[in-house]
């Protein structure tokens, strides 16, 4: 027969690993009703918050002369080891517990049951499934709230109607090792992981309002948000995101690094709280080009400005001014008007001969902006243009990156029932995306290492 151990605890905060247990509460339940218990206060050995001690009423001196975990720890382990470990949002209660009874000693091994979780899909449309709101509309009664052993108590006779109500034999279920049930944060159902692709893409958590707080990349979407929960990391960060997660979304792409580029994009426009790593590739600096108050075109590298637009990006000024020095050189430009030297009356190009005097004025506005148009010219040449062909999302059709004078523009779908006859025509299936240096490196790397799916572009292309 299964026994099951519910289990309430009050702790000294939010995560296993920086706080303790000032409270624990045992029920074991053998089905039906309430066989024995366990109730004690814990010595944390660190203070209690002011506003915890205002929300359990438990303070420093009530738990100064309480027994340490450790103390108690072989009567815990004894009567949770063979029982199913119950709670409300299991895997918070679970998680000190087993990090508690591993300092002392014990490694807890237990099947794991949520009310929570339960309580949605067993008693489904209810407002709430706090354990408050969820006991007034039950009619179960709940006394001591937020005290280890009213809270335990009110979760045992929520365990008695769930086991009556499970006519489908959800309970049963949810305990095999094949399901992945009480993994799952608490507010997210297993319906909609179920419905998760075993494809390419991008996922989306969501909190209780549909904000989007993390976006991720997976080569196999199922499987990547399953790890998200699996482990046993016991920070606050992990129990905080764990918490919030209300729904997930996904969207399929042909290939690993369609994946890459969508997830760096939407991170981009929608900046989720929980994303940190992809937020720092931001474009830094770029080359600019404009015409000053007397008629000579001014090319010099600046802050990138968003919506102005550049000739071309760099992650770093060094890199920028190294390419700008190169055509000073290749095409005769005037180092001061590029800005590459700022304190002198003329470049020191001039100086050697170099540089035909135009940061002097001697020479036509008109002669020295030909060779600074054939500058940008020779750049918009020199940058490569070409579009990757690669899978698609199913056998019906193949994906197509596009990258144009050294810019990556965007990606999309070509049907194989499609018909394509040049490259205006292509380029019509490709939807634009925001590009920056770790995109942009990201597809001239996968380009480098796939000749073979590289198709150079020229404008008298013909399909």
Not at 289 to 308: A, C, N, V
């Amino acid at each position: 027969m299964l026994k099951y151990a519910v289990v309430d605890i009050e702790t000294t905060g939010g995560f296993a690993a920086g706080n303790g247990i000032t409270e624990i509460s045992i029920l074991i339940h053998d089905g039906s009703k309430v066989i024995d218990s366990f109730e004690t206060l814990i010595n944390p050995q660190q203070d209690i918050p002011i506003y915890i001690q205002t929300l359990t009423g438990i303070s420093d001196d009530m738990v100064r002369s309480a027994p340490l975990f450790e103390e108690v720890a072989p009567k815990i382990y004894e009567l949770l080891k063979d029982k199913i470990f119950v709670a409300h949002n299991v895997n918070f209660d679970f998680s000190f517990v087993r990090h508690q009874l591993a300092q002392s000693g014990f490694v807890l091994q237990s099947k794991k049951l949520c009310t929570v979780r339960m309580s949605r899909k067993i008693v489904p449309g209810l407002s709430s499934y706090s354990l408050g709101k969820l006991c007034t509309s039950l009619g179960i009664p709940l006394n001591d709230r937020h005290r280890a052993g009213g809270d335990a108590a009110a979760t045992a006779l929520l365990l008695n109607l769930l086991l009556e109500k499970d006519v489908a034999g959800l309970i049963p279920l949810s305990l095999l090792k094949s399901s992945k049930e009480q993994v799952l944060p608490p507010n997210l159902s297993k319906d909609s992981i179920d419905a998760l692709p075993d494809q390419p893409g991008v996922y989306y958590f969501k909190d209780q309002k549909g904000k989007i707080i993390y976006v991720g990349k997976a080569i196999n979407i199922k499987k990547r948000v399953y790890s998200h929960f699996s482990g046993n990391k016991i920070n606050q960060q992990r129990q905080d995101f764990l918490k919030e997660i209300h729904e997930v979304d996904f969207t399929i792409c042909g290939t690993e690094l369609m994946a890459l580029i969508l997830e760096a994009s939407e991170i981009q426009k929608h900046w989720p709280e929980k994303n940190r790593a992809l937020k720092r590739f931001e474009q830094k600096y770029a080359l600019y080009d404009f015409e000053d108050q007397k008629g000579y075109i001014r090319l010099g590298i600046d802050k990138y400005k968003k919506h102005s637009p550049a000739l071309y990006t760099f992650n770093s000024l060094l890199s920028g001014q190294s390419m700008l020095r190169g055509m000073i050189n290749e095409h005769t430009l005037c180092e001061k008007l590029c800005f590459i030297q700022k304190n002198r009356l003329a470049c020191t190009a001039h100086e050697k001969g170099n540089c035909h005097g135009a940061c002097l004025g001697i020479e036509d506005p008109a002669a020295y902006n030909l060779r600074v148009n054939e500058a940008i010219a020779h750049l918009k040449v020199a940058l490569p243009s070409f579009a990757l062909i690669d899978s698609g999302r199913n056998k019906e059709e193949k994906s197509c990156l596009w990258v144009e004078e050294g810019k990556f523009y965007g990606m999309g779908y070509i049907s194989f029932h499609s018909d394509i006859t040049d490259i205006e025509n292509l380029k019509s299936c490709i939807v634009p995306y925001t590009s920056n240096d770790y995109i942009l490196n990201m597809v001239l790397s996968y380009a480098e290492s796939h000749p073979q799916q590289r198709i150079e572009i020229s404008k008298s292309m013909q399909f």
